[in-house]
């Protein structure tokens, strides 16, 4: 009895040709999809692109040119991203995930005007701050490294409050919630 010929037992010419190509296929796509993903990983954190889906982004961009974090004495200018999506992958893709919610509200009208954004702002504060405190302000710390913040160059009133935030249990948004955007008018009533 002879044995049954198996692709598996007798490989032929073909099949051996098709090996490296295939690997060689599916590197090129890999590259491809990396880069490409990576291009719209950029494309989505810019403010033009913020702005232009995001509605309560688009009003909140008017504002952001008079605070802190727009123009700074080392010049740095901050980005929408730079505070409201992580830099680590995975909560960076819940982000991005979590911004389809945005696009929804836009889509319907939520927030299409000034009165209307104003309306859901302080919800909308609320939230982000929730967020920072959860993640010990994780965004602010992608810049601002505690452990080399010069105390002695910083206000009176920093020099008091930086050194102690961690006993206290407080982190960088409980004290700093103004420096991008304004003061949210229906907290003050």
Known sequence: MTKPSSLWQRPTARWRLGLPIGA??????????????????????SNEFCSSCHGPAAFAAEEWPQ????????????????????????????????????????????????EKFELHRLDMAKKVWAEMKATDSATCRSCHNYQRMDFTKQSA???????????????CIDCHKYLAHDRVATELQ
């Not at 060689?24 to 954190?45: E, H």
């Not at 727009?70 to 995975?90: E, I, M, P, Y």
């Open 24 to 45: 060689l296929l599916m590197v090129v796509i890999g590259v491809l999809a990396t880069v490409g993903f990576n291009g719209v990983m950029q494309a989505t954190s």
């Open 67 to 114: 605070h802190t974090h727009f123009t700074s004495a080392s010049g740095v200018k901050v980005q929408c991203a730079d505070c409201h999506v992580s830099k680590q992958f995975l909560p960076k893709m819940w982000r991005k995930v979590q911004g389809m919610k945005e696009v929804y509200h836009y889509a319907v009208g939520t927030y299409d005007s000034r």
């Open 157 to 171: 009133k920093a020099q008091l409050w930086h050194p102690s935030i961690a006993e206290k249990g407080l982190t």
